[in-house]
């Protein structure tokens, strides 16, 4: 990068964290700490619920996933505003009366001490983990792309974080949040906008590129469990998630908990709900559009440059050199062919078009086997490489093809992205430790001050393990599915517990807490057989439906458990 890139860069970066740190200094008691003093109006609280879910793996992964696979991935957030509805309707208005410092509060009130540990420990397994890997996607990508040191780039992330959470609290994380998805959106759109500019083709030839490569696949109404992205995984399978993400994710429900009035928290909730759908799309356009301009530049090979590096050191190069030859060839000619087909579109000519469609994505799967080889040459050289390049090729393209200064926005909005999110997980980690476990059942009876205090420390601890889980983590899949797919496997029995406690009044809390031990273990059992058989059944299953079984596995058996229990 240009010295002006790492000037907007660490600049950017710089900013934010002192501001935060500046807003929020000076002393606080634990309501100030953990609810940010109640006096959030509603766009701070919408703001920062999107820039908590924004993470930099939707920035790197969601335009990689596009690139590859279309726009499809939208259906995944067709739940979100009727989630945002149900949550308004019935979870916050039980909140405020309780006028809770975290979710778990309520299940005490309603079952028993042991319900509310279970589901305030399921959440910090499954948060914790998640800030781990929040902090390691990004620092996997962004220290290849800039030759930064792994764990150096991890550790930056993970300090940057931890200094203004610690310092500042609840509102602090809000605060900056509203700094951070100015930067983001605004990178992004920015970005977008650049690409089509870029492009040596009309928008609306671009848009026939696009849809006659399958990339403007927006819905798909087939039933299939076993995949991921359909409608009737969204407005099911997603539609649980996001109902236990909003509604009983800690990260997520203290970004609300701190506004002014039940009203400004309700509002801030549906602004995410009816603004988080235009944004992924808008980032998904984008990714599709850099698929688009690939068609008519030559794109890389494999977008991972360190992989590609290390194969011309090896005694693969010569290998390699054939089927980068054998790529360019296939490239040109397909070139020539979306030439063709433009003019065919333009002179109204049907059949011709079908024909020239079929003849290019047939020209595309041979690229792809081209590439297969390539991922296969990286395992043979190196059975621990990476493969999976889509989390790479945006900010690949970001790099190559954008002017000095847009590089390093971009390099911020990843930054900013990482720090927004992770600063609400450990924010979220510290509060629900402290007063779900510490205060609760630890250290009975102390000051307001020294609660405050064990929260502060218990953010750094959370903080500490975060960056030492990166550190030592491997990465699997596509980023944005790994993060899904790990809330997927504790979402459902967590959400499954909250609507026992808010739908079946008769049903007690020894029979709800058997119910989600049982349910947890099911969903981890099917994941571990996903893909082959249990008990002689074949299980091929997306993971999104996770959270529906699992929610009602619970309730299911919760009701079973109580009726045998009565008898």
Request: net charge neutral; with cysteine; charged share 15%.
């Amino acid at each position: 990068m240009s010295s002006l890139d790492w000037i907007i860069l660490f600049g950017t970066l710089i900013l934010i964290v002192g501001y935060g740190v500046y807003k929020t200094y000076g002393p606080k008691d634990m309501e100030k700490y953990l609810k940010g003093g109640n006096d959030m109006n509603w766009w701070t609280i919408g703001l920062s619920i999107m820039a908590t879910q924004a993470s930099a793996i939707t920035f790197l992964s969601t335009p990689g996933q596009a690139y590859s696979d279309g726009m499809r991935f939208i259906q995944f957030y067709f739940g979100l505003p009727v989630a945002m509805i149900i949550l308004s309707v019935f979870f916050l208005p039980i909140y405020y009366k309780l006028k809770v410092y975290t979710a778990y509060e309520f299940l005490e009130s309603r079952f028993d001490l042991k319900t509310r540990t279970l589901a305030a420990s399921l959440f910090l397994i499954q948060r914790g983990l998640a800030a781990g890997i929040t902090i390691y996607a990004p620092s996997i990508i962004l220290s290849t792309l800039l030759n930064w040191n792994l764990n150096f780039t991890i550790v930056f992330i993970g300090l940057m974080v931890i200094v203004y959470t610690v310092s500042g609290g609840t509102k602090a994380v809000s605060i900056t949040q509203k700094q951070q998805m100015a930067v983001m959106m605004g990178g992004m759109v920015l970005a977008g906008i650049l690409v089509i500019q870029m492009l040596p083709v009309k928008f609306s030839e671009a848009l026939h590129v696009a849809g006659k490569m399958d990339r403007l696949n927006i819905t798909n109404f087939e039933f299939d469990l076993s995949d991921r992205y359909n409608f009737w995984s969204g407005m099911t399978g997603a539609l649980f998630l996001f109902m236990s993400y909003f509604g009983t994710d800690q990260s997520q429900v203290q970004r609300y908990l701190s506004g002014s009035s039940l009203k400004q928290s309700r509002m801030g909730l549906m602004m995410n709900g009816f603004l988080k759908v235009p944004m992924q799309f808008v980032i998904l356009f984008i990714g599709v559009m850099v698929f688009v301009f690939y068609q008519f530049y030559q794109p890389p090979l494999f977008f991972n440059q360190v992989q590609v590096d290390k194969l011309r050191q090896s005694e693969y190069n010569s290998s390699y050199s054939d089927l980068e030859d054998a790529y360019k060839e296939g490239f040109e000619t397909k070139n020539q062919q979306l030439f063709e087909m433009l003019d065919a579109i333009k002179e109204e000519e049907p059949e011709r078009v079908a024909q020239l469609k079929a003849t290019i994505n047939a020209k595309e799967k041979d690229q792809e086997a081209i590439r297969q080889q390539v991922k296969d040459l990286i395992l043979v050289n190196d059975p621990a490489g990476e493969t999976n390049d889509t989390d790479y090729v945006f900010m690949r393209f970001v790099m190559d093809y954008l002017p000095k200064g847009v590089v390093g926005l971009l390099f911020a909005v990843i930054f900013s992205a990482a720090m927004s999110s992770t600063a609400s997980e450990l924010n979220a980690l510290g509060s629900t430790s402290t007063v779900d476990v510490y205060k609760r059942s630890l250290n009975k009876g102390r000051s307001s001050n020294h609660y405050m205090l064990s929260s502060k420390w218990l953010t750094a601890i959370w903080g500490g393990f975060a960056i030492l889980f990166a550190a030592y983590a491997t990465l699997f899949e596509n980023l944005i599915q790994a993060v899904n797919l790990l809330g997927s496997l504790f979402y459902g029995a967590i959400l499954g517990i909250f609507l026992v406690g808010f739908l079946m009044k008769w049903v007690k809390g020894h029979a709800t807490f058997i119910a989600a031990i049982i349910a947890e273990g099911i969903i981890l059992l099917i994941h571990w057989f996903n893909g082959s058989e249990l008990f002689g059944i074949p299980i091929d299953i997306g993971f999104l439906w996770y959270n529906a079984i699992g929610c009602l596995l619970v309730m299911s058996l919760a009701a079973g458990i109580q009726l045998i229990v009565r008898k």
